[in-house]
């Protein structure tokens, strides 16, 4: 760069002006990096090919999920950016959920929500604050489902979100299975 400024008069309005540019660039560099943060071990199910069905939800997409409308899940989701859904394949094991839950608090700093540890059903919710970012690892019905919240949840939700869940489980699980047999069939198609 310096090579390119020889021969140029440059005044101190023009350094100033450059430098700021400069500074701007790096900022938004690092903004869009803390935003797309995402942790290295939920990225690595992914490549290691331990995910059955990946599914993307923006704040968009969210709100159409909730077909009920749902005004504890419109709150829980209001402050998503991203959600990253992963229904894991049979290589995913009960150890690896909990061989992934040891990892994320001991090497990447998350912290413990939500626990529960039933004989059938498993469910551990994870946090950290910088950058913002949660994670669900749940097993159910001998399935086991994954999730990356880049934003944050309204937490304070949950137990609404729970009752109301617990209340029309059946209705519930109709519902959300019918959404993810639309996504398998779009991604059936697009395969």
């Known amino acids: 760069m310096i090579d390119s400024l020889k021969g140029q008069k440059l ?5 100033l002006k450059k430098g700021r540019v400069c500074l701007f660039s790096l900022g938004l560099l690092f903004t869009t990096l803390l935003a797309n943060a995402q942790s290295s071990a939920i990225t690595d199910l992914k490549e290691d090919q331990l ?10 997409t969210l709100r159409m999920v909730n077909l009920d409308n749902n005004e504890e899940f419109n709150r829980l989701i209001q402050d998503i950016e991203k959600l990253i859904f992963f229904k894991m394949n049979g290589k995913f094991e009960t150890i690896d959920m909990y061989n992934l839950v040891n990892h994320l608090q001991s090497n990447e700093d998350f912290e413990e929500y939500v626990v529960v540890d039933g004989p059938t059903k498993k469910f551990y919710l994870l946090g950290r604050e910088k950058p913002t970012e949660t ?3 749940a097993l159910l019905e001998n399935e086991h489902f994954v999730f990356d919240v880049a934003g944050s949840l309204e937490l304070k939700e949950l137990p609404k979100l729970y009752q109301y869940i617990s209340e029309n489980d059946s209705t519930f699980q109709n519902k959300f299975s019918q959404i993810l047999g639309l996504m398998e069939l779009g991604d059936d198609i697009a395969d």
């Open 11 to 15: 005044t101190h309005s023009a350094l």
């Open 51 to 60: 995910t059955n069905m990946s599914l993307y939800f923006y704040p968009s």
């Open 135 to 137: 994670v669900g690892i």
